[in-house]
């Protein structure tokens, strides 16, 4: 069976080319980029060569980048990394509730350890509103940490104006922007941004390894301690074939962006209007403009998610569910519920994110048989409602 992949949030196919990049740091040129002779020289190169197109891709110069093992790496050593160099100006942090893990444990564990958080709200779509941030800054704030772009229903956030409000107060901005390289345009100088996690599995470079961008000036501590490589900021001898790998998406990734997100958005648009028509009470999650071009939210309400995900994974679709089952009981995403999504709604979301690898003919497939699929649940589930039976499928 075929399998038709929506899934690119959780993270995405290696491009054929990245592996190209990569295979060379992977055989003969397998030298360490901090020695002297050829084969570190070669390898040095290949960091540095990677360092430059991750720059181009979000408009930073190339010695602002510091490659880490990924996206939640970067946002902890963005907040912690700030809250370590700035503890004698302050002790609060600004984020939102809608986080990415990475960034709420972070700030939950600071919270442990003498940090104040404000955790802020979002509206039914998922908006941030900057005059709350405005508002929730205090002569103690270090940080502002704000995602760019929603994970779990693509909400994409008002970076440039809570961006400008960091800059009018001196107070650092970090942004979690692994959801947006390779679909939406970033630029760190236009948006204001001081501090940027990006991470290369998300748009077809390899697992474990991604980059924080550290604008010049702003002074963080590193949270690995060593050999002092990445300027100091992340010391251990370079995942070079990954780092060759990241630059290879980096540079893709522009063109993707420019060229073929809107085909992207016409799939997902389809899929969108398919579904919406047929299954009714049908909620389309997150903003209804505002969201990344590949992300399609919705939620089936009496129905759960993962029976759904479970059913089309039989149809040989891969979707992710937006809230987890738990034996008898339904755990909703702290997203979902910050959006103000009601119990019984939220535990039927199925998020389909898309990718280019995608066609027209698959997305057809996945709306029909998500259609079928959720009307052979309704009618299983009403008889369960009947019976007085409340189970978690
Ligand atoms: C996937 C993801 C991360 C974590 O990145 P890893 O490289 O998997 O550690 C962080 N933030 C967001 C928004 C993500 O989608």
Same mark, same amino acid.
């Given at each position: 069976m075929k399998t038709v992949y929506l899934d690119h949030c959780a993270t995405t196919p290696l491009h054929p080319?990245?592996?190209?990049?990569?295979?060379?740091?992977?055989?003969?040129?397998?030298?360490?980029?901090?020695?002297?002779?050829?084969?570190?020289?070669?390898?040095?190169?290949?960091?540095?060569?990677?360092?430059?197109?991750?720059?181009?891709?979000?408009?930073?110069?190339?010695a602002e980048i510091v490659f880490t093992s990924g996206g939640?790496?970067?946002?902890?050593?963005?907040?912690?990394?700030?809250?370590?160099?700035?503890?004698?100006?302050?002790?609060?942090? $600004?984020t939102s509730i809608i986080e990415h893990h990475a960034v709420l444990k972070t700030c939950q564990y600071l919270e442990r350890n003498g940090i104040t958080v404000t955790y802020l709200p979002v509206d039914r779509h998922g908006i941030v509103n900057p005059e709350d941030v405005r508002k929730a800054l205090t002569d103690k704030t270090i940080l502002i940490s704000v995602m760019h772009t929603n994970n779990e229903v693509g909400t994409i956030e008002p970076i440039s104006e809570i961006g400008r409000i960091a800059a009018e107060r001196g107070?650092?901005?970090?942004?979690?922007?692994?959801?947006?390289?390779?679909?939406?345009?970033?630029?760190?100088?236009?948006?204001?941004?001081?501090?940027?996690?990006?991470?290369?599995?998300?748009?077809?470079?390899?697992?474990?390894?991604?980059?924080?961008?550290?604008?010049?000036?702003?002074?963080?501590?590193?949270i690995l301690h060593g050999g002092g490589q990445e300027g100091d900021m992340r010391s251990g001898t370079e995942n070079v074939a990954s780092i060759a790998g990241l630059g290879k998406a980096c540079e893709l990734a522009k063109e993707t962006v420019a060229v073929r997100m809107d085909e992207i958005r016409k799939m997902r648009d389809a899929l969108e209007e398919r579904v919406s028509a047929v299954v009714p009470g049908l909620v389309v999650n997150g903003h209804p403009l505002s969201r990344l071009p590949n992300c399609l939210s919705v939620s089936v309400p009496a129905i759960m998610a993962e029976t759904i995900v479970r059913d089309l994974d039989t149809r040989g679709?891969? $979707?992710?569910?937006?809230?987890?089952?738990?034996?008898?009981?339904?755990?909703?995403?702290?997203?979902?519920?910050?959006?103000?999504?009601?119990?019984?709604?939220?535990?039927?979301? $199925?998020?389909?994110?898309?990718?280019?690898?995608?066609?027209?003919?698959?997305?057809?497939?996945?709306?029909?048989?998500?259609?079928?699929?959720?009307?052979?649940?309704?009618t299983l589930s009403e008889i369960e409602g009947s019976l007085g039976s409340r189970r978690c499928y």
């Open positions: 080319d990245v592996l190209k990049a990569m295979l060379p740091f992977l055989r003969h040129s397998f030298g360490n980029p901090s020695s002297a002779h050829a084969l570190g020289r070669k390898a040095r190169e290949a960091v540095e060569k990677a360092r430059g197109k991750v720059a181009a891709l979000i408009g930073a110069n190339a939640t790496e970067a946002n902890n050593l963005a907040i912690q990394g700030i809250a370590r160099a700035r503890k004698d100006r302050g002790n609060h942090i $600004v107070i650092p901005f970090h942004t979690d922007a692994v959801q947006s390289a390779g679909k939406v345009h970033i630029d760190v100088k236009e948006m204001s941004i001081d501090l940027l996690s990006i991470s290369a599995h998300k748009f077809h470079g390899p697992k474990g390894i991604g980059i924080l961008y550290i604008r010049e000036g702003i002074k963080i501590d590193p679709i891969a $979707v992710s569910a937006g809230s987890a089952c738990t034996s008898h009981s339904v755990e909703i995403s702290h997203v979902l519920s910050a959006m103000g999504i009601p119990r019984e709604t939220a535990q039927g979301t $199925v998020r389909f994110s898309l990718g280019i690898i995608n066609t027209p003919d698959e997305i057809e497939y996945a709306a029909f048989s998500f259609i079928e699929v959720v009307e052979k649940l309704k």
